[in-house]
């Protein structure tokens, strides 16, 4: 992701009288912005998404945009992995949660699940000679306790109660793309980019327009638009409605 900052950054970050949680806020975006001109991978999300929930939410605006500013991160990664044929980085970030807890008959304690590993695995030398089917229907009950990002950033933001419903339209929509990119590779038996690019530039321009209308190809435009809108409170107390329900948008509620 490579970003160009609004000009208006400067003239905020040398304002008057800015005070210690407006100050963080703009710190704190110029993070992400820092972030998205890197690699963003899902440790580096879970880190931003943990630091969010710490800042000082005295103006619920500044918090929903940098959370949906986080979301951005996510979503367009995700797209990007999946274009690149990185089935399971998309994944992690799409469905695959972060944690699930396994529930043994008897014990007290819940056993974590090994991320990217077979239950039937796990639990081989309990499982023995029967049937890892059986022994895991009878003995081991899996409890997500924690979704992946995608869904639950989409579903937090969501229940936030002042999110513009076509924003969040379009952070579902854009979640659908990236499943249907990894259904089309996969079914493609896609290996690698590699020999994406390579079986692309095989064909001709009618099959490629139709390949590439099959990937994410996202763009950054909303995670700069947020910026801009940060920026706007900060400064002039105010921003648009293009991501905050009217009222939000308009005063500190």
């Known amino acids: 992701m490579q970003i160009q900052l609004p000009e208006i950054e400067n003239g905020v970050q040398h304002a008057p009288l800015l005070s210690s949680s407006r100050s963080a806020w703009l710190q704190f975006n110029q993070n992400l912005n820092r972030d998205a001109c890197s690699l963003v991978d899902e440790r580096v999300i879970e880190k931003r998404i943990e630091e969010v929930f710490q800042l000082d939410r005295d103006d619920r605006r500044l918090f929903w945009l940098t959370l949906a500013r986080i979301a951005e991160m996510a979503v367009v990664q995700a797209g990007a992995y999946a274009d690149a044929c990185e089935f399971q980085a998309a994944g992690d970030l799409l469905v695959n949660p972060r ?40 003995e081991a009950t899996p409890c997500i ?12 933001l969501a229940q936030s109660g002042v999110m513009a419903m076509d924003y969040l339209e ?21 290996r690698d980019n590699l020999e994406l690019h390579r079986r692309i530039a095989a064909r001709g321009r009618k099959d490629e327009s139709f390949i590439e209308s099959n990937l994410c190809g996202f763009d950054i ?13 900060i400064s002039r107390n105010r921003c648009s409605t293009r991501f905050l329900d009217s009222v939000c948008s308009a005063v500190n509620t």
């Not at 306790?145 to 937090?156: F, M, S």
């Not at 379009?170 to 896609?190: G, K, P």
């Not at 638009?225 to 920026?231: F, L, Q």
């Open 99 to 138: 944690r699930i807890d396994v529930h043994l008959r008897g014990e007290w304690h819940p056993v974590v699940k090994i991320r990217h590993s077979r239950l039937s695995s796990q639990f081989k030398a309990d499982i023995g000679l029967e049937s890892p089917a059986c022994w895991l229907a009878r």
């Open 145 to 156: 306790t924690t979704d992946a990002i995608l869904p639950w950033i989409h579903r937090t």
């Open 170 to 190: 379009s952070i579902n929509r854009r979640m659908c793309q990236v499943a249907n990119t990894i259904s089309f590779l996969m079914s493609w038996q896609v």
């Open 221 to 233: 435009d909303r995670f700069i638009a947020m910026h801009t809108e940060i920026h706007n409170i």
